[in-house]
T-cell receptor, first 118, second 112 residues
């Protein structure tokens, strides 16, 4: 059980180049998320998906696109990279459960992708 | 005003000390609350959920005050291994979707 995996771990791009970040989870979770983390900003939601074939915009979606063709994979694309997209990108998936009448929810994160755009 | 606010720290405490972090949130419709731990250059990991009645997990105690809209985390008998950044996370379930809002984190350094 690998949990949530991300590829690549590191990448350096030049302004204007494109790339795709791949996230995979083997926990059969319905929800998946892409975040970026910048110093002093906390994690900010880029896009998310509530199930296979569905995606939705988060807090900072501009400059990114996503696809969820298979339940276990969530792809994040940068069509034309900009220096402002230099960041650490985390993918997450989540599960929900009910215990004692209370609904609870937990996110599991991948190890992150460190992207530098020159 | 940020939706979730935390004191960034750092909190430098000696081993064995008790330390407390607070977090405030602005959306009164928020439904679930969590503390995540993030080690340097690693991904966040769930430390504990926070329930209205308060909950304890070993040396860690979490409290929620809905009226004042704040969450707290208390760490007793601090260990060197507790050094990390602690993220306050607030979750809202609306229109069939969960949305998480993360605080910027509070850095803790436990000193030998």
């Amino acid at each position: 059980n690998a949990g949530v995996t991300q590829t690549p771990k590191f990448r350096v791009l030049k302004t204007g180049q494109s790339m795709t970040l791949l996230c995979a989870q083997d926990m059969n979770h319905e929800y998946m998320y892409w975040y970026r983390q910048d110093p002093g900003m906390g994690l900010r939601l880029i896009h998310y998906s509530v199930g296979e074939g569905t995606t939705a915009k988060g807090e900072v979606p501009d400059g990114y696109n996503v696809s969820r063709l298979k339940k276990q994979n969530f792809l994040l694309g940068l069509e034309s990279a900009a220096p402002s997209q230099t960041s650490v990108y985390f993918c997450a998936s989540s599960r929900t459960w009910t215990s004692g009448g209370a609904r609870s929810h937990e996110q599991f994160f991948g190890p992150g992708t460190r992207l530098t755009v020159l | 005003r940020k939706e979730v606010e935390q004191d960034p720290g750092p909190f430098n405490v000696p081993e064995g000390a008790t330390v407390a972090f607070n977090c405030t949130y602005s959306n009164s419709a928020s439904q679930s609350f969590f503390w995540y731990r993030q080690d340097c250059r690693k991904e966040p990991k769930l430390l504990m959920s926070v329930y209205s009645s308060g909950n304890e997990d070993g040396r860690f105690t979490a409290q929620l005050n809905r009226a004042s809209q704040y969450i707290s985390l208390l760490i007793r008998d601090s260990k060197l291994s507790d050094s990390a950044t602690y993220l306050c996370v607030v979750n809202t379930y609306t229109s069939g979707t969960y949305k998480y809002i993360f605080g910027t984190g509070t850095r803790l350094k436990v000193l030998a």
